[in-house]
């Protein structure tokens, strides 16, 4: 099984950005697909981006698409998520999970979710 720890969230104005953090271990990040989601209060937790096993694909929910960039460093065994203009609808809890299929933007089908990291973004 692999466990994920977030990282990276913080407070920031409208137009900033931030760079989060999924750190994995008990296995190989190579051997899934991750994604990035997240969950704003009272709302269910949706899609924001995934990437292949060798990052040379990567997909994005169509609210971030042109302003987030997923990225993976499996030597580092680490997934990235570059957020850039940063929106207040942006504000949720993130969470990274792990995905032994081939590509998927259902939550339920991933694993290894960590406490996530809080993202707040002021307006």
């Known amino acids: 099984q692999v466990q994920l720890v977030e990282s990276g969230g913080g407070l920031v104005q409208a137009g900033g950005s931030l760079r989060l953090s999924c750190a994995a271990s008990g296995r190989a990040i190579r051997t899934y697909v991750m994604g990035w989601f997240r969950q704003a209060p009272g709302k269910e937790r949706e899609f924001v981006a995934a990437?292949?096993?060798?990052?040379?694909?990567?997909y994005y929910a169509y609210s971030v698409k042109g302003r987030f960039t997923i990225a993976r460093d499996n030597a580092k065994n680490t997934v990235y998520l570059q957020m850039e203009s940063l929106k207040p609808e942006d504000t949720a809890v993130y969470y990274c999970?792990?995905?032994?299929?081939?590509?998927?933007?259902?939550?339920?089908?991933?694993?290894?979710w960590g406490q996530g990291t809080q993202v707040t973004v002021s307006s």
């Open positions: 999970g792990a995905y032994s299929g081939s590509y998927s933007e259902r939550q339920e089908e991933y694993s290894g």
């Open positions: 990437i292949s096993r060798g990052g040379s694909g990567s």
